[in-house]
C-alpha cells in the first residue's frame, strides 16, 4: 500500500550532497501517500518495493533510488499487488523479475545469478542490482564530479566492496566465511534494519510496518553516504599520495626498492591493490617506506619495512637482524648514521631524527 507517515514520525533522506560540503547534513522527508494508485498522470515517479516485513536489501535499494534527481521526489510503494506495482516507475526486491530496461530490479527468482562483475562472486539483492545500475550516476551527483572521473570508478568498485557487497551476501543468505562462526553477530546494520520490524507480539499494521520501513531506509542511507563520505576525503587521497610514490620511486632511489611520502597516509592497503593494477613485478616491488612521524616534514621520520601482505606481521625484507631492539646512541654508532632512533625487534620499523637518516637506514638496510 501506498501511506504517508505519522505526524509523530518522519523518515529523512539525503539529497546530493557537493563535495566540498558534509555528507551528514539534515535530509529532506521521503514523501508515501494514502491514495490508491491509478493511471492519472503523476507529478512524482514511484518507487515500488514488497509490504510487510522488510529487509535491509530494499531497504538501501530504495535510499539509493532517491539519490538520483529524477527520483529524489519520488513516492514509496509497499505492496505485492502485481497491478499497483505495475503503476510503479520503477519496482525493486519483488515482482518475480530482473528488467533493467523495463527499471524491475528483483533477485528472488528461478535461476537470477546475476553478480556485479569485476570479480566479485557474490549473488546480487535488490540493493546490488540497483547499485550495479546507478552506482556510477549516484556517486557522480553526491560528490559533484564527472561520471567519467577515475576517481568515480574507483570509488564506485571500492564502495560496492566495503559497503553494498554485505547486503547483497546476507540476503541471499551466503556466510562471508566457510565453516562455523566463532561469536554470534547482531549489530551489523542488517541486523539492526530487522531489528526495526514490529516484535512478534506487536501490532503489525500496514502504516505501522510502513513506517517502520522509512526509519530502515534512513538508517540504510545514513550509513552508505557516511562511508561515501570517509571513502572520498580520507581513502582516496591516501590512494593517490601512495600512487605518486610509487610511479616516482626510481627517483629516490635507483633500485625502486624505497618509497618516500609526502606525509603519513595509511598505505598498506593501497600499495598492494596498485602493485596489482600498475603489474608491478615482484622483483621491483617496495621493500621499504618512509614517512614522517607528523606534519612537521622537519621532524622525526620511521622507516617501515612493506609487509608480505595487507594483514601480514612477516616482511618482504625487515630492517637487519643486527640493528633490531638497538636504540639511540648505540644504534647510530652501529650503524654509522646520525640521528637514529630505534628498530624494532621484530625489524618492521625504525625512527631517526631525521628524513636524511631515515633515508641513510633504509639505503644501508637494502644492502645487507
Request: contains cysteine; proline residues 7%; neutral net charge.
Amino acid at each position: 500500500m501506498l501511506c504517508r507517515p505519522t505526524s509523530t514520525v518522519r523518515s529523512y533522506f539525503y539529497r546530493a550532497i557537493p563535495r566540498t560540503r558534509s555528507c551528514t547534513r539534515s535530509p529532506p522527508c521521503i514523501p508515501m501517500s494514502t491514495a490508491p494508485v491509478t493511471k492519472k498522470p503523476r507529478t512524482a515517479p514511484l518507487i515500488g518495493t514488497h509490504s510487510g516485513t522488510f529487509h535491509a536489501d530494499e531497504a538501501l535499494a530504495v535510499f539509493l533510488l532517491r539519490l538520483l534527481p529524477e527520483y529524489g521526489q519520488a513516492e514509496i510503494v509497499r505492496s505485492r499487488d502485481p497491478a499497483v506495482l505495475d503503476e510503479c516507475t520503477v519496482v525493486v526486491d519483488v515482482g518475480g523479475t530482473y528488467e533493467p530496461e523495463r527499471l524491475r530490479f528483483d533477485h528472488h527468482q528461478r535461476g537470477f545469478n546475476e553478480t556485479f562483475g569485476h570479480g566479485f562472486v557474490t549473488k546480487l539483492s535488490s540493493a546490488g542490482l540497483v547499485y550495479k545500475h546507478f552506482g556510477r550516476a549516484i556517486l557522480s551527483h553526491v560528490l559533484d564530479l564527472p561520471q567519467q572521473s577515475p576517481s568515480i570508478d574507483t570509488l564506485y568498485l571500492k564502495l560496492y566492496a566495503d559497503f553494498v557487497e554485505a547486503f547483497d551476501g546476507i540476503d541471499n543468505g551466503i556466510a562471508a566465511q566457510s565453516g562455523p562462526s566463532l561469536y554470534k553477530s547482531r549489530t551489523d546494520i542488517s541486523s539492526r534494519i530487522g531489528h526495526l520490524n514490529p516484535r512478534w507480539n506487536e501490532p503489525h499494521s500496514d502504516a505501522i510496518l510502513d513506517e517502520r520501513f522509512l526509519k530502515a531506509s534512513h538508517l540504510a542511507g545514513t550509513e552508505l553516504l557516511e562511508r561515501v563520505d570517509y571513502t572520498a576525503k580520507a581513502w582516496l587521497p591516501a590512494r593517490e599520495i601512495v600512487l605518486e610514490a610509487l610511479q616516482s620511486r626510481k627517483g629516490v632511489h635507483g633500485s625502486g626498492r624505497i618509497l618516500l611520502f609526502s606525509m603519513f597516509a595509511p598505505w598498506k592497503e593501497h600499495l598492494h591493490l596498485l602493485e596489482q593494477e600498475l603489474c608491478i613485478p615482484e622483483s621491483e616491488r617496495p621493500w621499504y617506506v618512509l614517512y614522517p612521524e607528523g606534519s612537521d616534514m622537519s621532524g622525526k621520520w620511521r622507516v617501515q619495512a612493506v609487509p608480505m601482505t595487507q594483514e601480514s606481521f612477516e616482511s618482504r625484507y625487515p630492517l637487519p637482524e643486527v640493528w633490531r631492539g638497538v636504540r639511540d646512541d648505540a644504534l647510530s654508532k652501529l650503524t654509522g648514521i646520525d640521528g637514529c632512533i630505534f628498530v624494532h625487534a621484530a625489524g618492521f620499523i625504525g625512527g631517526n631524527q631525521s628524513k636524511e637518516g631515515a633515508m641513510k637506514m633504509a639505503i644501508e638496510a637494502l644492502h645487507f
